[in-house]
């Protein structure tokens, strides 16, 4: 059995049931002396959120079993915040070792979309984000990303429609994992059945994940993290620009949607006096049109989705007011380019990754790899 992507967090921590795939779990069953059909009766059910020592007509010996080989380990809910203006739920989740991470339930008009966290910390270092400043604790496994959704549809009784990789970590950090959950939560004969095209994976602009994605040939969204128009601005608020500037980014960005067929949406973070003017809207126009607008890439069209700096305590940032990102929207607009202003879901309970966690005082445990850099 391939054990890449169902690896534990640690050496001698076994793999996690949720991590297996329909076939890893066929293999595993098949290797315990179980007739085939039972994974056809355990994968849809776990997926579920039920144990296999739930399920009723599941042997006690092969749960047993189950549970030395492969323990199914759902997060447990640590601490739950409900917002009083949009329902919007925040979840701090404890892992089966202890570690805290974050899950967001947001709910719209088109259905109920789950924001899910990569990894125990992070150790990109973007100026703008809570998220890193305890650095990186360790990656999770596929089935613990599952493991979010689950937690989060079990606990409102509501089925999750949509999924966004935005939480905690780098998803292209925690390549084999995040690529991992993409194919478990959108299997067929699983219980989620997340269709790929309701699923978006946000990166800081990891070139190399970006291109080893488009060989995956999913049929996700990408969101990119741009954040600067000129490498400068970009080198001192998200230091991954010290390693693949933005002309290298673009062109990675490039080669995914022509090997994909999958339009890309940028992100940007407006933070006041460093990226926020129109001269700063009109030379990010002139950036994407130059880089995007050529070729066969001129059917796709360009969009960015614009986002307020969410202030952070231990960050001397702070977002402009409605007026400046009006303009930089219009100004985006005038010059071709679409643009949105991301609404902000859960204002009354910081939804924004990264705070409820270090407010219970994981961001500092002891042990985290403190790289500030892609390496």
């Known amino acids: 059995?391939?054990?890449?992507?169902?690896?534990?967090?640690?050496?001698?921590?076994?793999?996690?049931?949720?991590?297996?795939?329909?076939?890893?779990?066929?293999?595993?069953?098949?290797?315990?002396?179980?007739?085939s059909y039972r994974a056809e009766q355990i994968y849809p059910r776990m997926q579920r959120g039920i144990p296999p020592g739930k399920m009723g007509n599941i042997p006690a010996k092969l749960v047993a079993e189950l549970e030395e080989r492969a323990p199914y380990r759902l997060p447990e809910i640590a601490r739950k915040l409900v917002s009083s203006v949009d329902g919007t739920v925040k979840y701090l989740l404890r892992l089966a070792d202890g570690n805290l991470i974050e899950t967001v339930l947001m709910r719209y008009r088109h259905g109920n979309t789950v924001c899910v966290s990569t990894q125990v910390g992070c150790r990109m270092g973007c100026a703008f984000c809570a998220s890193t400043l305890g650095g990186r604790i360790r990656n999770m496994t596929a089935g613990e990303i599952l493991g979010e959704v689950i937690a989060a549809g079990n606990d409102s009784g509501e089925r999750v429609d949509n999924i966004v990789m935005m939480g905690i970590g780098e998803p292209l950090d925690n390549y084999e994992a995040s690529t991992a959950f993409i194919r478990l939560v959108s299997d067929p004969r699983g219980g989620l059945c997340v269709g790929q095209r309701h699923i978006s994976l946000s990166t800081c602009g990891v070139v190399d994940g970006i291109d080893r994605l488009a060989a995956e040939k999913f049929q996700i969204t990408l969101s990119v993290s741009l954040h600067a128009h000129d490498d400068a601005v970009r080198d001192a608020v998200m230091p991954v620009n010290r390693r693949w500037n933005i002309s290298e980014l673009l062109a990675a960005c490039?080669?995914?949607?022509?090997?994909?067929?999958?339009?890309?949406?940028?992100?940007?973070?407006?933070?006041?006096?460093?990226?926020?003017?129109?001269?700063?809207?009109?030379?990010?126009?002139?950036?994407?049109?130059?880089?995007?607008?050529?070729g066969p890439m001129s059917r796709y069209p360009i969009h960015v989705n614009l986002i307020p700096l969410n202030s952070v305590r231990e960050r001397d940032l702070r977002a402009p007011d409605r007026a400046q990102v009006d303009a930089f929207r219009q100004t985006l607009?005038?010059?071709?380019?679409?643009?949105?202003?991301?609404?902000?879901?859960g204002p009354d309970i910081n939804a924004s990754c990264g705070q409820l966690r270090r407010a219970a005082g994981a961001g500092d445990t002891a042990g985290a790899e403190n790289e500030k850099e892609k390496t």
């Open 333 to 345: 607009e005038k010059h071709g380019v679409r643009a949105t202003v991301r609404r902000t879901l």
């Open 1 to 35: 059995m391939d054990n890449r992507t169902v690896a534990g967090p640690s050496a001698g921590y076994p793999p996690d049931l949720l991590s297996f795939s329909f076939g890893q779990l066929s293999e595993l069953l098949e290797s315990l002396g179980e007739p």
């Open 254 to 294: 490039r080669r995914y949607a022509l090997a994909t067929g999958r339009r890309i949406s940028f992100e940007y973070t407006l933070i006041n006096g460093k990226n926020c003017g129109e001269k700063d809207a009109a030379a990010l126009a002139e950036l994407l049109n130059r880089a995007l607008r050529r």
